[in-house]
T-cell receptor, first 112, second 115 residues
Framework: KQEVTQIPAALSVPEGENLVLNCSFT??????LQWFRQDPGKGLTSLLL?????REQTSGRLNASLDKSSGRSTLYIAASQPGDSATYLCAVRGNSGYALNFGKGTSLLVTP | DGGITQSPKYLFRKEGQNVTLSCEQN?????MYWYRQDPGQGLRLIYYSQIVNDFQKGDIAEGYSVSREKKESFPLTVTSAQKNPTAFYLC??????????????FGEGSRLTVL
């Protein structure tokens, strides 16, 4: 069964810092990997989707990379802002292809 | 605007009662999903549906039921058989030309509390 782990579980940084969130998965035979943001009490917002044939995706200040062979993905956030404070979840669509396996998330706090 | 609408946002239920959570999407997506989220745990898949009139059990389907009579709608019923139903429930749908490579989009969630 695909296991998805996110490290760290929580992170606090001052505004303006660049930061990296990590996601690892146990089965490298994946179809895609998706990063989400979740604000308290809200649904998930899709940030980036990386197909298995891709190495990275970028959207604004966000950059996600994928290394299937090592079972890792990173989400890079440049010049962090207080509005970036949220929980970030990584999810992998594996062999079955029917649904995503989620990590437990990294709770990010960006302080002014 | 296109999106996924879940209702109600908050729901309170007495023990022994069945409740139905609504999920409607206007994204023209074929695949729809129900996830459950509990504090300190990742999202867990309850049911999913790839096409109308077809659905499959996920990892924690016991005590839940679904239907998929229309492409746009995928309601979830939490039955009295569900031992610990208090949770945050999230509906999602999947886009893309092929089922497996599509991006997943979520609704705003429904919070169910059993009194």
């Amino acid at each position: 069964k695909q296991e998805v782990t996110q490290i760290p579980a929580a992170l606090s940084v001052p505004e303006g810092e660049n930061l990296v969130l990590n996601c690892s998965f146990t089965d490298s035979a994946i179809y895609n990997l998706q990063w989400f943001r979740q604000d308290p009490g809200k649904g998930l917002t899709s940030l980036l989707l990386i197909q298995s044939s891709q190495r990275e995706q970028t959207s604004g200040r966000l950059n996600a990379s994928l290394d299937k062979s090592s079972g890792r993905s990173t989400l890079y956030i440049a010049a962090s802002q207080p509005g970036d404070s949220a929980t970030y979840l990584c999810a992998v669509r594996g062999n079955s292809g029917y649904a995503l396996n989620f990590g437990k998330g990294t709770s990010l706090l960006v302080t002014p | 605007d296109g999106g996924i609408t879940q209702s109600p946002k908050y729901l309170f239920r007495k023990e022994g009662q069945n409740v139905t959570l609504s999920c409607e999407q206007n994204l023209n997506h074929d695949a729809m999903y129900w996830y459950r989220q509990d504090p300190g745990q990742g999202l867990r898949l309850i049911y999913y549906s790839q096409i109308v009139n077809d659905f499959q059990k996920g990892d924690i389907a016991e005590g839940y039921s679904v239907s998929r009579e229309k492409k746009e709608s995928f309601p979830l019923t939490v039955t009295s058989a569900q031992k610990n139903p208090t949770a945050f429930y999230l509906c999602a749908s999947s886009s893309g030309s092929t089922f497996r490579t599509g991006e997943l989009f979520f609704g705003e969630g429904s919070r169910l509390t059993v009194l």
